[in-house]
Each structure stands twice: as C-alpha cells, then as structure tokens.
C-alpha cells in the first residue's frame, strides 16, 4: 500500500511562492489519481487540486486557478503543488490525498473519495 509523505510547507510573505511536494512510498503512483486538500483552523477540509496518475489531466479549485499547478514526476513518485501569488487566506494545513482509480475514472474534488492521506504540512502566509 502506497503511503504518502508531504514537505514543503512553511511562512511565506503575502505575494511569494511555495513548493509542496508529496512522495509515496512502498510503490509508485501508477493507478492513483491525486489531489491536494488544505484545512485552515476552524473550517472544513477543502480541495485545491487533482492530477490523475499519468499525469495529463488537472482539476483545480476555482480560489487556486492560475494561481497553483499540480504536476507529477514518475521518476520521482513525487506530485508537486506549486503555490504562487500567496494570500494570507491560503493559510491551512494541506494534505496530499490518493484515490485508486482506473485510468478512464475522473478526478474528483469530493475528499471522501479519496482512500490515502498524507499527515500534512502547515502552509502559512503573512500579510
């Protein structure tokens, strides 16, 4: 079973950039789709992010779009989140999440659907 493990996260300026990575280990992403959620204090988990497992297809939240990109290294079994333009509100937890799927299954940003989780890194971002 793949287990999943985040880095990355840290204090960031309002405007700056991070880099999350999310590596599986005990066996490549192959018919895993995944996704990024984050979860700030006080509120829901929510999605921000979706590739499938060949890397070529991308779902985002619409509060990330243009903003984020998700992207994949099957060399690696690596899935980056890419964070640009930070807002004080993309403050949270965030959490790379793994769904087992056929390659025709769709992304989803419904975080029940998801069957992995990865213990999560804090994302913080001043203002």
């Known amino acids: 079973q793949v287990q999943l493990v985040e880095a990355g996260g840290g204090l960031v300026q309002a405007g700056g950039s991070l880099r999350l990575s999310c590596a599986a280990s005990g066996r490549t992403f192959s018919n895993y789709h995944l996704g990024w959620f984050r979860q700030a204090p006080g509120k829901e988990r929510e999605f921000v992010a979706a590739i499938n497992w060949s890397f070529d297809s991308t779902l985002y939240a619409g509060s990330v779009k243009g903003r984020f990109t998700i992207s994949g290294d099957n060399a690696k079994n690596t899935v980056y989140l890419q964070m640009n333009s930070l807002k004080p509100e993309d403050t949270a937890v965030y959490y790379c999440?793994?769904?087992?799927?056929?390659?025709?299954?769709?992304?989803?940003?419904?975080?029940?659907?998801?069957?992995?989780w990865g213990q999560g890194t804090q994302v913080t971002v001043s203002s």
């Open positions: 999440a793994a769904r087992w799927s056929f390659m025709w299954t769709s992304l989803t940003p419904r975080a029940s659907d998801y069957d992995l």
